[in-house]
């Protein structure tokens, strides 16, 4: 779920923090839903620099990559985050296995990833959801 406001706290809850400027981005998180994973999304436009502070993430990390944050307040960035937030899911658990347990995939995964979000305004251009932006003035894509 998608949510606009951030919560009065951030402890004992898993969250995935998002560009929301960048309609590629807002596309795969309500896919993401769609396939049954569960976990509250915030475009981290919506939060405050004390959030970010309290969450030990800076709004430059949440520009450049997703960041998820686990119930514990252990963060993943980028792929890692990605894993993160499937791990234990039953429809990409075996890869996600597989993928963590292979550091030739896990590095692949990790540069497929970087690559997709520097090239994320041009790929949401060519797949046409720049229309998901949850902030489509901003310069995301």
């Known amino acids: 779920m998608i949510v606009l406001e951030p919560p009065e706290t951030f402890a004992g809850r898993e969250f995935l923090i998002f560009d929301g400027a960048c309609g590629f981005c807002t596309w795969s998180v309500r896919q993401l839903a769609r396939l049954g994973v569960r976990v509250t999304a915030i475009p ?22 997703v960041q998820f944050v686990d119930d514990r307040g252990m963060i993943a960035s980028g792929a890692d985050a990605v894993n993160a937030l499937l791990r234990g899911h039953a429809l990409f658990e075996p890869a996600i296995t597989l993928i963590s347990r292979t550091p030739a995939l896990l590095q692949m995964e990790r540069r497929g ?11 949401s251009r060519v797949l046409g959801t720049r229309r998901y932006a949850l902030f489509p003035d901003d310069a995301g894509g």
């Open 44 to 65: 981290f436009q919506r939060l405050r620099d004390d959030d970010l502070r309290t969450l030990g993430i800076t709004r430059a990390a949440c520009a450049e990559r």
């Open 113 to 123: 990833y970087a690559w997709v979000a520097e090239h994320r305004v041009a790929i």
